[in-house]
């Protein structure tokens, strides 16, 4: 949980909360009347969340609609990968002292 703060301090203070969010990874939460109300959150962390909200709009939770799995399903699709790493084996073959065991 973050720092609580009222919004007439936020507004007093908004370029050192500002500063607290990007260099100290706080999150402070905006209350009104004891009321929690928003939060300043780095823009790290409000990617984060749209991506979780876009996750759940999808409406998959499998492991094999994971961003990280669905990335390299792309590889799947490629028909030049073997053309690649024969290419890849070449170059590094014609480097002096970098053995390669194929």
């Known amino acids: 949980m973050g720092i609580i703060k009222g919004t007439a301090d936020v507004k007093t203070r908004l370029s050192e909360f500002i500063n607290r969010v990007l260099y100290r990874d706080e999150r ?3 209350s009104r009347r004891g009321k929690p109300i928003a939060a300043l ?3 790290e962390d409000l ?3 749209e991506a979780l909200e876009r996750e ?3 409406g998959d939770d499998s492991e094999s609609d ?3 799995m669905r990335a390299f399903g792309g590889w799947s699709t ?3 990968l073997d053309e690649l790493v024969t290419e890849i084996y070449a170059n590094r073959e014609a ?3 970098r053995e390669i065991n194929l």
Request: aromatic fraction near 0%; proline fraction near 0%; avoid cysteine.
């Open 28 to 30: 402070i939460i905006i």
């Open 41 to 43: 959150v780095s823009l």
């Open 47 to 49: 990617h984060r969340l």
């Open 56 to 58: 759940e709009k999808r």
């Open 66 to 68: 994971h961003a990280i």
């Open 78 to 80: 490629r028909d030049d």
């Open 95 to 97: 480097v002096r002292g």
